[in-house]
């Protein structure tokens, strides 16, 4: 009998504590443990939440309409014959930095985001191609700002001595510099051994972090061509304002009529002059003012966001290999898709300004109908 309730007992006591084990034993989907208090730890987030994927669309939106944006630039320019010259092969030199950004670039960089940890799976040559046509293309694309940027300070300052002629020629010069120091920055640390940009150990994948590529590919790529632009909207401003300001002194405003008469005693003749030469100079002198003043604020804008959307990261880019220091991860991302984004506002704007796209755009459009 005793023998009996003993062994009912040793059950009991194996059944209580299968139950235990089964309950303390974490299950997939949920993070299982205990504070020292005894109460139990929360469970895990699920891995896409509704801000997520609101994220996740936004920036899947971001890249289509990157793509589709110059891709219409590009499409146009190639089918209008008039825009088979300067200054629209600039920007479709810039279009096509852009492009790429948004075809080879972003898809890439979104993947890499959504992976757990933000882990680079693909491989090591998948992640040298990556971050070879990313450097490539967004420095391409910060350069070309700063070559239609030289562009415009050149046909307002220099209209006389900067003709057509030279201009074709500038413009070529600048398209192959441009593209030319993009891809030395951007193949440095495969020809020279700068750095290595994947981490198999980490499963990362980034730009080399070694600090005199950092200041080699930053200055390279974004402070010098900033340097350029401030200081080329800086003179545009001031040739504008001077050229405005002598415009403005040169033309002195008449009266309708100008009545000559003679001696009151004798015969009065009266001659009416009208000012019709004097009104078509003003008209001539203000369109050419507003041509030139829409190119300084369409270059003004073009440099202010392409300032906005890059500064952030390069700053990052350049602080963070020289202190051994890092950001939070989620401020590098925030960093680098409004870096990314500068590929999408420049066809916004160097379209905007120019009624000629928009009409080539209305034309395109009405020919596939």
């Known amino acids: 009998m005793e023998a009996a309730n003993l062994s009912v007992a040793a059950a009991g006591v194996a059944l209580t504590l299968g139950t235990e084990a089964c309950s303390s034993s974490p299950s997939p989907g949920r993070v299982v443990g205990s504070t020292p208090g005894g109460s139990a730890l929360p469970s ?10 609101l ?10 309409a990157t793509f589709l944006w110059n891709l219409l630039v590009l499409v146009t320019i190639l089918r209008v014959r008039a825009f088979h010259r300067v200054p629209h092969n600039l920007v479709a030199s810039t ?12 898809p890439l960089s979104l993947v890499s985001e959504l ?16 971050i ?14 700063a070559a239609i940027a030289l562009d415009r300070y050149w046909t307002i300052t220099r209209h006389l001595q900067y003709t057509l002629r030279t201009r074709s020629r500038a413009s070529a010069l600048m398209i192959a510099l441009t593209w030319a120091l993009s891809a030395l920055i951007a193949l440095a640390p495969l020809l020279f051994g700068w750095g290595e940009a994947y981490d198999a150990g980490l499963q990362r994948c980034q730009v080399s972090q070694e600090p005199s590529y950092a200041i080699f590919s930053t200055c390279g790529a974004f402070y010098l061509p900033l340097g350029v632009v401030l200081f080329v909207y800086w003179k545009i401003y001031k040739a504008a304002k001077f050229r405005f300001g002598r415009s403005r002194r040169a033309v002195l405003p008449l009266p309708a009529t100008v009545q000559v008469k003679e001696a009151p005693h004798e015969a009065e003749m009266v001659f009416t002059v009208r000012r019709p030469t004097v009104a078509f100079q003003e008209s001539g002198d ?10 300084a604020l369409m270059v003004g804008i073009l440099i202010g966001v392409f300032v906005l959307c890059w500064i952030p990261f390069f700053l990052t880019e350049l602080i963070s290999p020289l202190c051994a220091c890092s950001l ?34 209305k034309s395109l459009f009405t020919k596939q109908r």
């Not at 203000?286 to 190119?295: N, P």
Request: aromatic letters at 16%; glycine letters at 2%; a positive charge.
């Open 44 to 53: 895990r987030e699920p891995p896409f939440s509704v801000f997520m994927v």
């Open 55 to 64: 994220v996740v669309t936004l920036l899947v939106l971001l890249i289509v």
């Open 95 to 106: 279009a096509v930095s852009d492009v790429l950004v948004a075809a080879l670039v972003m």
């Open 115 to 130: 992976s757990d940890g933000r882990r680079w799976r693909l491989g090591r040559s998948l992640c040298h191609v990556w």
């Open 132 to 145: 070879s046509f990313d450097v490539l293309c967004c420095t391409a694309s910060i350069w070309n700002v």
């Open 286 to 295: 203000s369109w050419r003012e507003q041509k030139e003043k829409r190119a």
């Open 328 to 361: 939070p991860p989620i401020w590098k991302s925030i960093f680098l898709w409004l870096g990314y984004s500068n590929s999408f506002f420049n066809p916004l704007i160097y379209t905007a300004f120019n009624k000629n796209y928009n009409n080539a755009f």
